[in-house]
């Protein structure tokens, strides 16, 4: 992890405001959260920044998502980072933030990340483990401190939460990079980064219970993820 010293200089002194930036995210089946999410955006952004909801939902979540004036693109629905990797290729400005659709994540922290990028570090990644995560399942947190602690070891740096759903990115660093991995997108999307030394850096986020019913199995989707850093480092190293 970059210390503040180790940003490049040419990359300080970015003034990206919310017109710079794009919102994005998977929904499947969102319909109890995706108004709040989108409402606390709008409200935080003041209205300025562009949401991408790619969606492959049968309830009313992509009808929600425009009343909002979200941008929604529809695809069947084939896993987390399927509908991850294509919202960010999908977004069109030069800082894109992901978020999961399920009133979790702190939409009221965007101006923390859009500032961290605006220090010059390339991307900024969520940290839920930092306070405690009270709201998350035991299982969930027990997982997401060993993939971390796992990531840790094979790419010789510290990390301390790989598996979050909120970061910012610039745009550069999507573009740079080509993303294989499906539900392991999430840490594939910090590793990768990281080990070609994009300036990284995790913020201390708050991370709530979520509205409406999980998409990931926590045993299937767990092994998966193990598989993909594993995987990720190797690739890297
Ligand atoms: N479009 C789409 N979105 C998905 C799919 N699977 C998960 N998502 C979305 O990806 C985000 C993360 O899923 P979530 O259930 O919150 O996973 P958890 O945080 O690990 O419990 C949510 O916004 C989901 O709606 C999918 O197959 N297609
Ligand atoms: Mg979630």
Redesign the pocket.
């Known amino acids: 992890m970059n210390t503040d010293a180790a940003r490049t200089e040419d990359d300080a002194g970015d003034d990206y405001t919310f017109d710079d930036l794009s919102v994005v995210?998977?929904?499947?089946?969102?319909e109890a959260a995706i108004g709040s999410v989108l409402a606390d955006i709008e409200a935080v952004t003041d209205g300025r920044a562009e949401v991408v909801c790619?969606?492959?939902?049968s309830d009313r979540t992509p009808d929600i998502a425009r009343e909002h004036g979200a941008r929604v693109v529809r695809?069947e629905?084939?896993?987390?980072g399927?509908?991850?990797r294509e919202a960010l290729l999908a977004a069109d400005r030069p800082v894109v933030v992901t978020t999961?659709?399920?009133d979790?994540y702190p939409m009221e922290q965007l101006p923390e990340f859009l500032e961290a990028v605006n220090d010059g570090y390339d991307v900024v990644s969520g940290d839920r483990l930092y306070w405690g995560a009270d709201a998350m399942p035991d299982l969930?947190r027990w997982g997401n401190h060993a993939f971390a602690a796992l990531a840790s070891v094979l790419m010789g740096e510290r990390v301390h939460d790989t598996t979050t759903?909120m970061r910012a990115y610039r745009r550069r660093v999507i573009e740079d990079i080509a993303w294989t991995e499906n539900t392991g997108l999430s840490a594939e999307l910090l590793i990768r980064p990281l080990m070609r030394g994009y300036d990284v850096r995790e913020l201390p986020i708050e991370y709530d219970e979520?509205a409406g019913e999980?998409?990931?199995d926590p045993l299937t989707?767990g092994a998966a993820i193990a598989k993909s850093v594993v995987k990720v480092c190797l690739d890297e190293r």
Request: hydrophobic content about 20%; overall charge negative; some cysteine.
């Open positions: 995210m998977g929904t499947y089946n969102e790619v969606d492959g939902s695809q629905p084939q896993g987390y399927v509908a991850v999961d659709c399920d979790t969930n759903g979520r999980t998409k990931l989707g």
